[in-house]
DNA sequence: GGGCGACATGAATCGTGGTTCATGACCGGA
DNA sequence: TCCGGTCATGAACCACGATTCATGTCGCCC
């Protein structure tokens, strides 16, 4: 896949970025780590700032492949979808510890970049939840995209405390359940209004 | 109350973190906003970091004033309770465009702090909901940590893209009334399980 | 074999900005 | 009025780290 010196490049900064965060981390020691010397880095990328843009799109890129396999794999309801999607979230969230926090950083560093992330996420969720209205399972009323970010919310706050202040790395499994059936309650479409 | 000049200082770095961000405001430029100079900055207090320690505490400080008191001054349901809440919190978070930046930020400066402030703010959270279970307004069988910390990342990813993304300041009604609805249909108590 | 171009290297450069400190202004008391 | 002490000032200091660049190395073609 292209060039496998920017790959390392990619890789070592963010391993980097999220064991300490980006302003610790120096040019010199994502090259160091990557093998190559501190000029060679500028070979690949323009800046600091420069590389921290491309983590945040293989994430972005990783994060939605992810799910959607996950999603598409699972035939079934909106609640079985939805647990499907998050499962594989937090799941790959366990195994890059760390990656969110580089994600949140880059609103300090890349503002537009950190919006555009999210942005995108909350264009598949939005989708997801329209079709789940017409097929009658969550509440025709709700705004779609008020639901995509009380989603990116839940799952960013839960995968926080459960999975990086706790040092577990995966946010257990009473911590979801108890978050699906939240969500699932709040969604479908209820008799009143 | 106490020094004003300390006062100033913090009003003045609230402002520059909030409008740029911490690592793009200087000192000096603090204590010239403050009316000081740059010296001066150091009689108050020992380091940057340090006075971004203080910001984050007062302003902990006032989201639980404005949210106690709009809780304490709404006696009902818990749904009526949690809409006062949120509420005051989106409120407060429209007059000061830009502090919830400045809590988001101080992870990479101060993680101590910054997890202090959550873990402050959800045992606010965890009395109130504990005592909605008690008055059956809560399902008991969810975790009163879990609903906390969806709260919070509702609060938070609803308050940044309509309050901050959006010009506006303020959350808009919709919205809230969209997750107003989401929380208290997902957390009553329900039928089976 | 020799010359050339492209790439790798890491030490030196340069700007930035947090922190310090020598200096001076001010004030209360003798 | 003179003295001592406290505080304000902002220029200088200093460390740090992103970026640059002069030099060396390697591989290819003539």
Redo the contacts with the bound molecule.
Sequence with gaps: MGDP?RQDLLIAAEALFAEKSY???????IAARAG????????HFD???DILVAVLRAINDDVRTVMRDAITATAGSQAEVERAGFDAFFDLMSKRPGVYRVVREAEFVAPEVFREYYETLARGYVRGVQKAQVRGEIDIDLDPEVVAFVYMGAGYFLGMRWAEWTGGGLVPEDVRADLYRLLRRGLEPGESR
Excluded: D, M, N, P
Excluded at 23 to 29: D, K, L, T, W
Excluded at 36 to 43: P, Q, V, W
């Design positions: 010196q302003h610790e981390s120096g040019v010199a020691e190559l010397a501190t000029g060679s880095f500028y070979r800046s600091k700032k």
